[in-house]
Every structure is written in C-alpha cells, then in structure tokens.
C-alpha cells in the first residue's frame, strides 16, 4: 500500500457511492483487503504506509484503536453495499499483519463474517514477517480460517538483507514456510527482490534454491524499485549505493523465470509464479480482472463498479473519523470509460492469459500484429486457436518490456 496517495475528488463523508456503481454487485468477484499500518522497523526502500511503535508514541493510535476502526469500517462497508455479496477473497496486508498474532488476525477475520460474510471455499491471506511467525502462530491462524500465507524473504544472502535493511535472518523464511506446511497450510508464498545494488547471479541462484527447498506452491519476484522519500534513496543520491541497472534486472528476471520454471513454478502474471492454477493468488486476480474489492485500514484503496477511493494515511485520523461516524475516505474517483479501457489494457496484459484482441482499437490491433513480429507478443495467441478470440499475450521478452508494449497499445 503505497504511502503516496492521489489527490482525487471530495468523497462523500458517509461513504455512499453512486447507484451505477452498485449495479451488478455481486455477479463480479468481490474481495476485501485490509491494511495493517504496523512495523517493528522500516525497512530502507520501503514506501509502504507503515508506522514503526516509536513514530506512533505521541499519537493515541494503536493496533486497538485500528481494529475498532477496522470493525467500523467494515460496518460501513456492509451498509454502504447495500445487500453485499458475500466476500470471495480476503488479503491483509502490511505492514506487518503478524505483529497482531494469531489472535489478532483471527479478530479481524471475525470482523468481515460479522459485517460481510464469507463465502464458501473463499481464499483468505495474510502477509507475514518470519521474525514474527512460529508454529503456533500458523497453527492459530490455521484454525481461524486462513487458507493462504505469504512471507516477505526478500533474499538468502546476508549482505543483500542488509542492504534492504530487512531484519530477519537468512534461514528463517524457509523454515517459516515449513511451519506453514506444517500447520496445514496448502497455499504458502514467499516474496523475493532481486536487483538489490551488491545482489550477484550467484545471490539470486541461492536465493532460488532456498525457495525451492521450501516447497512453497508460489512466489513474486520483484526488481528493486528506488522510491523517492526512502532512506535507500538517499543513500543512492548521496553515492553509497549505485542504482539498480536495468540490463542487470533483465538478466535477473530471466534467471527467475527460467529456474522457477524449470522446477515447475510457471509465470501467471508478470511477477508471479506458481505451480499450478490451484496456486494462483484469486485476490490478486481480481484486482487484475477489475473485480470490486473494499478496502479497509489506513491508506487501504477500493473499487466498486467503476469507483476508486482512498482512506486517509495516518491510523490516528483514520480511528477518529470512524469514531465520529464518518466515512475514511479521503477522496476518491468515478473511472470514465477510456480510464477502465486503460486499466483493462494495463492489468490483464500483464496475465498469461493476455488481453482478448477485440477489446483493441483496430489502430492498436494493428500495433499488437506488429509487436507480435517484433517478438514481444506471441503470434500463436493472436491468431487464436479452436474459436477462441485471439489474445495479446507477452512473450518472455514482451515481459521485460511490458510498460513498453501497454504505452503502444492505449
């Protein structure tokens, strides 16, 4: 969850969304996301909205305060919805979501039966620092309803976790994600970055091997990204570190891609890998697919029928507004049609499905035949096969250049 919010138009302060925007509620996937605001420390790149305990002190918010919040929220949400679907798909994010404890996430999953509903078989994650997880952790959040883990890893060299300022010790994600097995998870992910300034092959290839020694059924990989405001940032400016070099993260992306997929975790989405479509991260593929999703916590983002707001940034603001029995929204936008036309564009290309060829323009279909000769789209999907419509979709080297090919076909 970015740190940085858009500015937006005025949102109304009780949360109520326009009636178009509720048409066909339901008959779409429809997901929750919460944000939990909370670290133990900050990480150097990080530009999440996230709050380490001492930057919180002289302010009354608490993890407390934000669930209270979060039940609110969640109420409003129901209310707002009208009659609303039952929740397909859950993911809390952070932050931090383990620093709650078993306990603490099994709260907040009580909380979206208790205003939403859950529907059956739906898949709920949360996100996880290994420093912050034991096996009775897993075990907890087991029982509560989790269905999916994904722990942060990042890397297996000590020398690239320090660099990113990551506080967990080389081994302890695998063994995490052992835990998380043995709990009775099915679904575990584990995150990796490549690209760090000091990451060589040989890094990576060991951060690889501990992936696969795990088992996990999935892993995002991720090229460093220097964001403004970061202390990584600064350190770059300042010439401690040299910036991450695009030709290097190519390599380091085809190096992902060919390991993982040689042991069977094949790409579903431009920095995803999985094994199997059982594996396939459903909340995920909503935001994707242009699903609805709310939300909830701090700076937490949402989408319903063509409307996207955002909630205010600080967990003090976002408690107190709530308590007041306002809306946290601090501003939001109706998507007009070439806006969700763009997204469409954006989001399923990045898919292994791609992007059906009928929702082009014939000037950018045109554009798609020429890329597929210039070998970034894959001509045997665009032909289609077996009455199927054709596809547009990335070739390994339309992937390394996928901002590249979206700018040519909008």
């Known amino acids: 969850m970015p740190s940085a919010l858009p500015d937006g138009d005025a949102a109304p302060s009780d949360g109520q969304l326009p009636e178009p925007a509720l048409r066909g509620l339901g008959r779409r996937p429809f997901g929750v996301y919460v944000h939990v605001p909370f670290c133990a420390t900050r990480c150097g790149y990080c530009d999440f909205n996230t709050y380490t305990a001492a930057e919180l002190a002289s302010s009354p918010a608490s993890p407390v305060s934000w669930l209270d919040g979060l039940r609110r929220e969640l109420e409003l949400a129901a209310s707002v919805l009208g009659s609303p679907p039952r929740v397909d798909t859950v993911f809390v994010g952070g932050g931090t979501p383990s620093l ?31 420093e912050s997880t034991s096996p009775e952790f897993f075990v907890g959040i087991r029982e509560a309803g989790y269905t999916r883990v994904s722990l942060g890893m990042q890397s297996a060299a000590p020398h690239v976790l320090a660099v990113l300022d ?7 994600a695998v063994a995490a994600a052992r835990e998380a097995h043995e709990a009775g998870f099915a679904h575990v992910n584990l995150d990796l970055i490549y690209g760090t300034p000091g990451e060589r092959a040989a890094d990576l290839a060991a951060s690889l091997d501990a992936v696969l020694d795990a088992g996990v059924d999935h892993v995002s990989a991720y090229a460093l990204i220097v964001e403004q405001g970061t202390a990584l940032a600064r350190r770059v400016a300042r010439g401690e570190l040299p910036a ?61 029928g063509g409307v996207r707001w955002w909630n205010v940034k600080h967990p003090a603001r976002y408690a107190s507004l709530l308590a007041s029995g306002r809306s946290p929204a601090a501003a939001r936008e109706v998507l007009s049609t ?38 970034l789209l894959d001509p045997a999907a665009l032909k289609g096969v077996n009455g199927r419509f054709g596809r ?10 996928a901002d590249a090919v979206v700018r040519r076909l909008t």
């Open 166 to 172: 990551r506080t967990h010790t080389p081994g302890r």
């Open 100 to 130: 709650l404890g078993a306990s603490g996430l099994a709260s907040v999953l009580d909380a979206i039966r208790a205003s939403l509903g859950l529907a059956d078989g739906a898949e709920v994650t949360t996100e996880s620092n290994p």
């Open 244 to 304: 991450p070099d695009d030709d290097v993260l190519a390599d380091r992306y085809e190096q992902v891609d060919a390991t993982l997929s040689a042991a069977g975790l094949h790409w579903y989405e431009v920095s995803n890998w999985a094994r199997g479509t059982a594996a396939w991260c459903r909340h995920n593929l909503g935001y994707w697919h242009g699903a609805d999703w709310w939300g909830a916590g701090p700076g937490a983002h949402s989408h319903v």
């Open 338 to 375: 070439s806006d969700r036309r763009l997204e469409r564009v954006l989001l399923e290309l990045r898919l292994v499905d791609g992007l059906v060829i009928d929702a082009l323009d014939p000037a950018a279909r045109q554009e798609a035949r020429t890329m597929a000769e210039e070998g």
């Open 392 to 401: 547009c979709v990335l070739t390994l080297r339309g992937r390394l250049l």
